[in-house]
Nanobody
Framework: QVQLVESGGGLVQTGDSLRLSCAASGFTFSNSAMGWFRQAPGKEREFVAFISRSGGSTGYADSVKGRFTISRDNAKNTLYLLMNSLEPEDTAVYYC????????????????WGQGTQVTVSS
């Protein structure tokens, strides 16, 4: 069965960096686009970043563009999110998700989700 397991979250200070990982199993990872979303307390889950199957195409939410970098290692079946210059507004549970097809900005564009990893940025 499809499994997505996030790791790498934690408590950091403003301006620090973190790298999240998402280990994928149960499907052919290189055949699927992938994405990262986040959900802060009391807010809707929102799109963060997308990466195509080969890694050649990426997309970002305006709020993280220039600070976050999504990447993947298809040989290791792993998705990454490098987060630099973290701000308190980045505090959320971060989820990786498997894309259904060509669209990538909405939650409905993804069919499987991980359990999430907490990122807390203190001011």
């Amino acid at each position: 069965q499809v499994q997505l397991v996030e790791s790498g979250g934690g408590l950091v200070q403003t301006g620090d960096s973190l790298r999240l990982s998402c280990a994928a199993s149960g499907f052919t990872f290189s055949n699927s686009a992938m994405g990262w979303f986040r959900q802060a307390p009391g807010k809707e889950r929102e799109f963060v970043a997308f990466i195509s199957r080969s890694g050649g195409s990426t997309g970002y939410a305006d709020s993280v563009k220039g600070r976050f970098t999504i990447s993947r290692d298809n040989a290791k079946n792993t998705l990454y999110l490098l987060m630099n210059s973290l701000e308190p507004e980045d505090t959320a549970v971060y989820y990786c998700a498997r894309g259904r097809g060509a669209r990538w900005r909405r939650k409905d564009d993804y069919d499987y989700w991980g359990q999430g990893t907490q990122v807390t940025v203190s001011s």
